[in-house]
């Protein structure tokens, strides 16, 4: 049972580069919410799905997309990276909203 | 705008010493108030859940509370040992949103 899947662990990007952190669970859970951590700043949310084919917008969802198309993957799409999106990013999953929260190990990115 | 705080930012303990961290929010309309552990370059490890129909949950040598009226949670820890030392974070769990409080750092000196 591995949990909540991120990859990658660490990446560098251009400003103006797109690119896709995954996310994967195998806990069968319907909710996944994807957060930055800065310091300082706390945890924000980015954007969050409680089933398939269903998202919404969290705190901070400006430069982010995402999609559900299955249960299990939960992917955060970068459009065209800025400096402002350094920081370290977290994939989450529960049952529902009164069911603990899971946590990835995190993907550290740097925008140049 | 929903807030999260927590009191202290940071502490520093001998091993052995009962501790409290503090978390409090200004939106008494939640689901439940979560704690997490997060230990260095790591994710976030679920502690507790209190349901908002819950006066406090106890798991091992930790024990939280809520008081929904007066915005506030607590986590007690009892008998702190150096393997305690990480950063302490409390959400506060609306519908699907969770709003994270910025943590106290813990270190428990041996």
């Known amino acids: 049972n591995a949990g909540v899947t991120q990859t990658p662990k660490f990446q560098v990007l251009k400003t103006g580069q797109s690119m896709t952190l995954q996310c994967a669970q195998d806990?069968?859970?319907?909710?996944m919410s994807w957060y930055r951590q800065d310091p300082g700043m706390g945890l924000r949310l980015i954007h969050y799905s409680v089933g398939a084919g269903i998202t919404d917008q969290g705190e901070v969802p400006n430069g982010y997309n995402v999609s559900r198309s299955t249960t299990e993957d939960f992917p955060l799409r970068l459009l065209s990276a800025a400096p402002s999106q350094t920081s370290v990013y977290f994939c989450?999953?529960?049952?529902?909203?009164?069911?603990?929260?899971?946590f990835g190990n995190g993907t550290r990115l740097t925008v140049t | 705008k929903q807030e999260v705080t927590q009191i202290p930012a940071a502490l520093s303990v001998p091993e052995g010493e009962n501790l409290v961290l503090n978390c409090s929010f200004t939106?008494?309309?939640?689901?439940?108030l979560q704690w997490f552990r997060q230990d260095p370059g790591k994710g976030l490890t679920s502690l507790l859940l209190?349901?908002?129909?819950?006066r406090e949950q106890t798991s091992g040598r930790l024990n939280a509370s809520l008081d929904k009226s007066s915005g506030r949670s607590t986590l007690y820890i009892a008998a702190s040992q150096p393997g305690d030392s990480a950063t302490y974070l409390c959400a506060r769990v609306g519908t699907y949103k969770y709003i994270f409080g910025t943590g106290t750092r813990l270190k428990v000196l041996a």
């Open positions: 806990m069968n859970h319907e909710y």
């Open positions: 209190i349901q908002s129909s819950q």
């Open positions: 939106d008494s309309a939640i689901y439940n």
């Open positions: 989450a999953s529960s049952l529902d909203h009164n069911s603990p929260l899971h």
